[in-house]
């Protein structure tokens, strides 16, 4: 069992940043890939960016492919999702989910899921 807990959403302005956490319980976290997933309202979860067990392997949206960054420190139980150049079509509910294939990009390959996190970026 993996429990996961995000934070580090909020308010920023288009062109900003912010850096999201996700924390995970259990000792045999680096036996999991991570990924950040994201709803805005009115849409269906989407996926947003991958990183494999150890962090060798990631793999990003089209859509935020070169603004966005996903990294992990396994000592620390904690994958990180930098945001930068945020733009108000990013405003969404993130979600951060675990899963013990070495990498996935669909949510129903995902088996633990935290409880979400906000992130509203204005204009």
């Known amino acids: 069992q993996v429990q996961l807990v995000e934070s580090g959403g909020g308010l920023v302005q288009a062109g900003g940043s912010l850096r999201l956490s996700c924390a995970a319980s259990g000792r045999t976290f680096n036996r999991y890939a991570m990924g950040w997933f994201r709803q805005a309202p009115g849409k269906e979860r989407e996926f947003v960016a991958a990183?494999?067990?150890?962090?060798?392997?990631?793999s990003y949206a089209d859509s935020v492919k070169g603004r966005f960054t996903i990294s992990r420190d396994n000592a620390k139980n904690t994958v990180y999702l930098q945001m930068n150049s945020l733009k108000p079509e990013d405003t969404a509910v993130y979600y951060c989910?675990?899963?013990?294939?070495?990498?996935?990009?669909?949510?129903?390959?995902?088996?633990?899921w935290g409880q979400g996190t906000q992130v509203t970026v204005s204009a």
């Open positions: 990183i494999s067990w150890i962090g060798y392997s990631t």
């Open positions: 989910a675990a899963t013990t294939r070495v990498i996935a990009l669909e949510g129903y390959e995902y088996h633990y």
